[in-house]
């Protein structure tokens, strides 16, 4: 079954306390996304990849660091989480830069006190 | 940067009523796609238009991109409860190395029995 999956689904930690959350997709995709959902602000590209290797800021990159060394994972790291990264992320991907249908995760719910 | 306004940001109807969601881009948009997300879930593709002009349906729902492709909506007839969720638009901004992806804030549709 094509599909995007992340992990974990569900995080509660500590400020200043390191974490990454995984993201993967089946589909021999090119073009692979971060995006943060807050309440009333929508979605936010964080970052996003073109190919692997190849990364770029979105919208809202501080805070964050994303790597592409495969072309099927592409982690988001947070290296000293605050408060204000609680939110709700996910992942995407498409087949190509030039092709926009994004297929989503299911989200991960972080929550940094 | 590029914005991408979207009108309203809440929508009540009837069962059976039309609603409509506009989406406005600060900028040209190569092409804009739509997503809906139901509560809880993860944004789901709806639809990508690209031409200038371009009218797409699908079955009640109708999309259309403006001729100066900085405006699009979302027009969906006689409207269901399973219509309920979150309607977002998203473009990417014109121009060399624009793999940018910009969403709007969305439009959130309660449909009342």
């Known amino acids: 079954e094509a599909q995007v999956t992340q992990n974990p689904r569900y995080l509660i930690t500590v400020t200043g306390k390191k974490l990454t959350v995984t993201c993967s997709q089946n589909?021999?995709?090119?073009?692979m996304s971060w995006y943060r959902q807050d309440p009333g602000l929508g979605l936010r590209q964080i970052y996003y990849?073109?190919?692997?290797?190849?990364?770029d800021k979105g919208d809202v990159p501080e805070g964050y660091k994303v790597s592409r060394k495969e072309k099927r994972n592409f982690p988001l790291i947070l290296e000293s989480p605050s408060p204000n990264q609680t939110s709700l992320y996910f992942c995407?991907?498409?087949?190509?830069?030039?092709?926009?249908?994004?297929?989503f995760g299911p989200g991960t719910r972080l929550t940094v006190t | 940067g590029q914005q991408v306004m979207q009108i309203p940001q809440y929508q009540h109807v009837q069962e059976g009523e039309d609603f409509t969601t506009y989406c406005n881009s600060s900028?040209?948009?190569?092409?804009i796609q739509w997503y809906k997300q139901r509560p809880g879930g993860h944004p789901v593709f709806l639809i990508q238009?690209?031409?200038?002009?371009e009218v797409k349906k699908q079955k009640r729902l109708t999309f259309q991109f403006g001729e100066a492709k900085k405006n699009s909506s979302l027009h969906i007839t006689a409207t269901q409860t399973t219509d309920v969720g979150t309607y977002f638009c998203a473009g990417p901004a014109s121009g060399a190395g624009s793999y940018q992806l910009t969403f709007g804030k969305g439009t959130k549709l309660s449909v009342i029995p």
């Open positions: 990849s073109m190919n692997v290797e190849v990364t």
């Open positions: 238009l690209v031409k200038s002009g």
């Open positions: 589909m021999n995709h090119e073009y």
């Open positions: 995407a991907s498409s087949l190509s830069v030039s092709s926009y249908e994004q297929y």
């Open positions: 900028t040209t948009l190569s092409n």
